[in-house]
């Protein structure tokens, strides 16, 4: 996936997307001993969006169909339409 750099700070932000992140990690929690499972804990510092995503004349329905959002719940991924992209770790 080709990216670029981010507009506030120098992180890697997808090149083509209808919308990004650019985020700095405030704090790292670990869940066990080990250090084996963490949740980290970020500070969104940008949020760059396609235009197409702002106007008006469009619209929710279509805007979200545009931007394509990914939810991941239960241990699998899933678009907008309720379709499978796949379970954790197997991004389809």
């Known amino acids: 996936m080709e990216s670029v750099c981010g507009s506030v700070l120098e992180v890697p932000v997808p090149a083509e997307s209808p919308y990004s992140f650019e985020l700095s990690v405030d704090k790292i929690l670990s869940l066990d001993d080990r250090k084996e499972s963490e ?54």
Request: aromatic content about 12%; proline content about 4%.
């Open 39 to 92: 949740i980290y804990v970020c500070k969104i510092c940008n949020v760059l969006a396609d235009e197409r995503l702002g106007e008006e004349n469009g619209s929710f329905e279509e805007r979200l169909r545009f931007a394509s959002p990914v939810v991941s719940l239960s241990h699998q991924y899933f678009s907008v339409s309720d379709k499978p992209l796949g379970h954790w770790g197997e991004w389809k």
